[in-house]
């Protein structure tokens, strides 16, 4: 049973940061594909930072400039410019220089996301950024040392930080390996194994053909469990679909 525990608390612990970047920071706030409940969206801008590491502003910000620029000299985290191994560097890399932007009010960022309601999260502004690690460290220390439980401390923290190998797998597949279904105007790809594996957001090429879509599934062997569960937080109140996502387009937008 401690095993089982173990995959368990690694499995949640991924699906929920996952969960914050796809649904939430992704879905709801870059692209407005969804509406969340009031109460709700300002709880996660409260915990998002916390919960992730990733400050929310920073990562909308970096994630526009992305389809503004996709697979151009300008895109953030590109394969085509840096290679899909040395991508994990350069998109943190990335992530510190829009951070640092924003605080600067610099305008070529500022203008990207002018339309948040919220600012920077406070531990970034004030350069805390390691608070998030350091308190699931110490909550990963305390578990493996109070309850002598070493492994399942290791898979909570490797679980509660797994976002720099989910982005890395969806910004780097997602633009080399896979399949095409449209002819969008960067190397977006349909990747099957990232698309199961992180919530549906390995189906890139679906995603540039139209951000405005909450659903990323196009084919009938594409499962979108992201969707699945936008619709189940739909069903008990938590958010709503925006109706241009209900609507079919063809424009690539980044907002």
């Not at 309601?117 to 390691?130: E, M, Q, S, T």
Request: glycine letters at 6%.
């Amino acid at each position: 049973m401690y095993y089982v525990a173990c995959i368990a608390v690694l499995i949640i612990t991924f699906q929920l940061t996952l969960a914050y970047i796809s649904i939430f920071y992704h879905r709801a706030f870059t692209h407005r594909a969804i509406i969340l409940n009031p109460v709700l969206k300002k709880f996660v801008i409260a915990t998002g930072n916390w919960l992730t590491g990733i400050e929310p502003k920073t990562w909308i910000c970096m994630h526009r400039r992305h389809h503004l620029y996709s697979d151009t000299k300008l895109d953030p985290h590109s394969p085509q410019n840096h290679g899909i191994y040395h991508l994990l560097w350069y998109q943190l890399k990335a992530y510190e220089r829009t951070t640092t932007k924003l605080r600067a009010k610099h305008r070529d960022y500022t203008r990207i996301v002018k339309d948040l309601d919220f600012p920077i999260h406070w531990l970034n502004r004030n350069g805390l950024w390691y608070l998030p690690y350091v308190l699931h460290l110490i909550i990963a220390a305390f578990i493996a040392i109070y309850f002598n439980a070493y492994l399942f401390a290791a898979c909570y923290w490797i679980g509660m930080n797994s976002h720099p190998i989910q982005g890395w797998l969806v910004n780097g597949l997602g633009h080399s390996k896979g399949y095409r279904t449209f002819k969008t105007p960067d190397s977006s790809t349909n990747n099957l194994a990232v698309g199961y594996f992180v919530m549906g957001e390995g189906f890139q090429n679906n995603h540039h053909q139209d951000a405005r879509q909450a659903k990323f599934s196009v084919k009938w062997w594409e499962i979108d469990t992201g969707y699945g569960l936008c619709k189940i937080l739909e069903w008990v109140g938590l958010l709503k679909f925006s109706p241009r996502s209900i609507k079919k387009h063809k424009m690539v937008a980044a907002i």
